[in-house]
């Protein structure tokens, strides 16, 4: 996937998912920490409690049961499925290339691509023995998604269709519809990403007694317990969904991951999971997996607390946030005494950090500075990327914008490369049409004589290295008379800003990027945190519902060229094929023209280290968002070496 194309398209056309053999397994095996438990009658043999058809794992190296795997725990939520498990109804392929079967078996595609059926593995039973069925998904959509007392915005823009809401059916009980009355020829790749996980989160039997309809007394007693008298905010505490650590929070809370909860994690600074005896996947051998019997978090919000546990062994993988160019030297220096290996990672991002503007920003000057084109070329010329790629990436990667890898079908070369020369000559000519007065320090003046200057901010225990990045950017715009004041902020802090009123400019790390991911994340590649409020809250009433509009901000309607581009991103999921694949061109070719954000490396030479002890990792490990790398590499093929 880097690169390497995603090939979905015959996916996507398919009538059918393919076929996964279970295997010709006469007996299966176990874990020996379930040998007394299965001896006693307490667990049933495993046997009983694999489905009808377990999911084969071709592993690459069959591996030995046992261990403990240590992990570092950033603080922020367990729930990202990235390390922690991974288990949709469809699934990624370990290499990015296909969707393959998972908690479904197989499924159908309409040719018109509006309507999806999936067929249930039978016999899948939850972490607690009750059999999964098509009533926990119906479930999950009648009193989950669109149950507006937990959910006051509704469904998850994964399953609408230009405003309309998908129409989820029980067909028998391992069988489920979804369908919309329009097309959605993107629907599997979005299953198939973190956010498919909501699906198969909410077990009937066990999580209806939090529903205040279904159990108004039991609800009243366990909120009056709590001292919470607000549903959502309870629920969200108690129950909680996709991105809240309160999913895990709950050891008597089924399961279909690997590695279930059994003790509360929130306020934790260490906590064990462990295996879950009914897991369905076994390997060629017949080995019930996961092989690893537990993992262990231990919180290390600081990257630099984490670089030096990792490097003490303390860990035994590196999370990408210290997995950067800079920490290689170090890495390498520490292999011994940390006892781990490097192995190859691949990124789906197509930015190692790209820069939001507030084009609704409540100050006036900042927006009639941040929504003019030319100023926002000037910030871009501005910009010394070689500079910062060989100072801060020690050589790795090239200039680039907020635009799609090369490799994939969507890459767009004037979006990708388009103002990323440096040239601060030129920046400072198009900036004195605009701005030419100064004050004594050499910065630039508004009309009525304020400075240019704002803030932007970063998280900094997400990406170490942004504060670095900042700090050479900002140099960068003083010596073309624009003051930036880089905001380096913790996970808790930065949440409070992304999500103020008044906020200015952020930054991100550019996601899928590779292959057909840009399809599901469009959006996201217009605007995804900064201040758009007016115009989103008004695209929110009139084009698509969004995820993150901001109360109280007034809907104004935004220039042609944006609606144009919500208008787009709503339409290409309703078509299919060539037309589709012309529409997204139309769209790179309008991010082009409007160039909305900044730009700066598109990452290369990604890695992360690995202990010594794992086995059974699989190399390349694919990193991104939507495809939420390491996990649909088959962690629970991981073990522990003898």
């Known amino acids: 996937m880097n690169t390497r194309t995603l090939m979905l398209s015959a996916a996507l056309a398919a009538l059918a998912g393919p076929a996964f053999a279970a295997g010709a397994c006469q007996v299966f095996h176990q874990s020996p920490q379930l040998d007394a438990a299965v001896a006693a009658k307490t667990l049933p043999a495993v046997v009983d409690r694999l489905p009808k058809d377990p999911l084969v794992v071709q592993v690459d190296e069959v591996g030995t049961y046992g261990g403990m795997l240590k992990e570092p725990f950033g603080g922020g939520r367990l729930a990202d499925y990235r390390h922690y498990g991974y288990e949709p109804l469809v699934r990624w392929s370990p290499d990015g290339t296909q969707i393959l079967p998972n908690i479904a078996s197989s499924w159908e595609v309409s040719e018109d691509a509006k309507s999806y059926t999936f067929h249930i593995r039978a016999g899948l039973k939850w972490s607690d023995g009750v059999p999964f069925s098509a009533d926990d998904i119906v479930f999950w959509w009648d009193r989950v998604e669109n149950n507006r007392a937990v959910s006051p915005k509704g469904p998850y823009r994964t399953f609408t269709v230009e405003n309309e809401v998908a129409k989820v059916e029980k067909i028998d009980d391992l069988t489920v519809r979804i369908s919309w009355s329009k097309p959605n020829g993107r629907f599997l790749l979005d299953l198939a990403g973190p956010y498919g996980q909501r699906v198969v989160q909410f077990p009937a039997h066990y999580v209806r007694q939090f529903d205040k309809e279904l159990n108004p007394d039991g609800v009243a007693q366990m909120m009056a317990a709590s001292g919470e008298k607000d549903y959502a905010k309870w629920w969200a505490g108690r129950v909680g969904t996709y991105g809240q650590l309160s999913e895990q929070n709950d050891p008597k809370r089924p399961t279909m991951l690997a590695w279930r909860t059994v003790e509360p994690v929130l306020g934790k600074t260490h906590f064990v999971l462990e295996r879950n005896p009914y897991y369905f996947k076994v390997d060629q051998s017949c080995n019930q997996l996961p092989y690893i019997d537990a993992r262990s978090y231990d919180l290390a919000k600081d990257s630099e607390v984490q670089l030096l546990k990792t490097m003490a062994g303390d860990f035994d993988y590196s999370l990408p946030g210290v997995s950067v160019p800079q920490n290689k030297g170090v890495f390498f220096e520490n292999q011994q005494k940390g006892n781990y290996r490097f192995a190859k990672a691949e990124s789906c991002d197509y930015n190692t950090m790209f820069i939001e503007l507030p084009f609704n920003s409540p100050k006036a000057w900042q927006q009639s500075f941040f929504q003019n084109k030319d100023v926002r070329i000037a910030l871009s010329i501005a910009i010394d990327r070689p500079g910062i790629i060989d100072t801060v990436y020690l050589g790795q990667g090239e200039p680039y914008q907020a635009a799609p890898r090369p490799g994939s079908p969507y890459y767009n070369e004037r979006l990708a490369k388009q103002y990323t020369e440096f040239d601060p000559a030129k920046a400072n000519a198009l900036l004195d049409k605009y701005y030419p007065k100064k004050d004594a320090q050499g910065f630039r003046l508004t009309e009525d004589g304020q400075r240019v200057s704002f803030t932007i901010s970063a998280e900094g225990g997400f990406r170490a290295e942004w504060g670095d990045v900042l700090q050479i950017i900002a140099q960068n715009w003083a010596d073309i008379g624009v003051e930036m004041k880089p905001d380096i902020a913790s996970g808790e802090v930065y949440e409070t ?146």
């Not at 929110?540 to 919500?566: H, M, R, S, W």
């Not at 968002?625 to 070496?641: D, I, Q, R, T």
Request: proline share 8%; hydrophobic share 35%.
């Open 497 to 642: 800003r992304r999500k103020a009123r008044d906020r200015e400019g952020l930054v991100w790390t550019g996601e899928n990027g590779c292959g057909q991911l840009p399809l599901s994340s469009l959006a996201r590649m217009i605007r995804y945190q900064s201040n758009w409020d007016n115009w989103i809250n008004w695209i929110d009433k009139n084009i698509a519902p969004q995820t993150e509009t901001v109360a109280g901000a007034e809907p104004i309607e935004p220039p042609q060229d944006i609606k144009d581009l919500f208008r787009m991103e709503a339409e290409i999921p309703t078509k299919t094929g060539k037309a589709s694949d012309e529409l997204v061109k139309k769209f790179m070719d309008q991010m082009a023209d409007s160039f909305v954000n900044i730009g700066t490396v598109l990452p290369e030479g990604n890695y992360r280290v690995v202990s010594n002890r794992l086995g059974g990792v699989h190399e390349p490990i694919i990193e991104g968002w939507l495809y939420p790398g390491p996990a649909p590499s088959n962690m629970e093929a991981w073990f522990v070496k003898k």
